[in-house]
C-alpha cells in the first residue's frame, strides 16, 4: 500500500499533525499551508541559543532543530543529524524547493549545516552565532556553501 503524509487540522499549531494516509484519499496541501505552520512554529523558536546536541528552548542545534520541526509539526521522524540528513527523503534541485524541504550546507567550521525551508528563498534553521533564525539562500556565505535540497514532505506535492 502507497503511503502518503498530509498535514490536518487548522492554523492553530497544537492541532497540526500528519498522518498516514492511503494516496486514493489523500488531498493536496497548499505550500502556503506548510509554509505558515513552519512559520508559527519558527516565530516560538527564533532567537532560541545554539547549543551543539541541545534539543530545547534552552540551546539547540540545527539537526535538532529540524528533528524536532519535522516531528512534532508533521509527525515525522527524521535523523538526528547532520550527516544522517545527506540521505534522507528524496534528492531535489534547488529550483524545485517548496516549503517543508531541507536545505544542507557544507561550511568551513561544520561537517554539515541543515535549514528548513520556508519559500522566497529562505529558510530556518539554528545558526551557531545568532541562534533560531531566519536567512536567505542568496546570501554569499549560503551560496557558497550550498551541498544539496532533500524533500522529507513526499507525496504532499
Request: aromatic letters at 12%; glycine letters at 8%; one cysteine or more.
Amino acid at each position: 500500500m502507497s503511503m502518503l503524509h498530509v498535514v490536518g487540522g487548522c492554523s492553530n499549531r497544537e492541532n497540526v499533525k500528519v498522518r498516514p494516509l492511503e494516496e486514493k484519499s489523500s488531498p493536496q496541501i497548499s505550500d502556503n499551508y506548510i509554509r505558515e505552520i513552519i512559520l508559527s512554529e519558527f516565530k516560538q523558536w527564533e532567537g532560541t541559543p545554539h547549543k551543539m546536541g541541545g534539543n530545547s528552548k534552552k540551546g539547540i542545534d540545527c539537526s535538532g532543530f529540524a528533528y524536532y520541526m519535522y516531528g512534532e509539526l508533521f509527525d515525522i521522524k527524521v535523523p538526528r543529524t547532520t550527516k544522517l540528513f545527506l540521505k534522507e527523503g528524496v534528492r531535489i534541485d534547488k529550483y524545485q524547493l517548496k516549503p517543508g524541504d531541507l536545505v544542507v550546507f557544507r561550511p568551513p567550521t561544520y561537517p554539515h549545516h541543515v535549514g528548513i525551508y520556508v519559500g522566497d528563498n529562505k529558510f530556518i534553521h539554528a545558526s551557531t552565532t545568532k541562534g533560531v533564525m531566519m536567512s536567505d539562500l542568496n546570501n554569499p556565505y549560503w551560496l557558497k556553501y550550498y551541498l544539496m535540497s532533500r524533500r522529507i514532505l513526499r507525496g504532499i506535492y
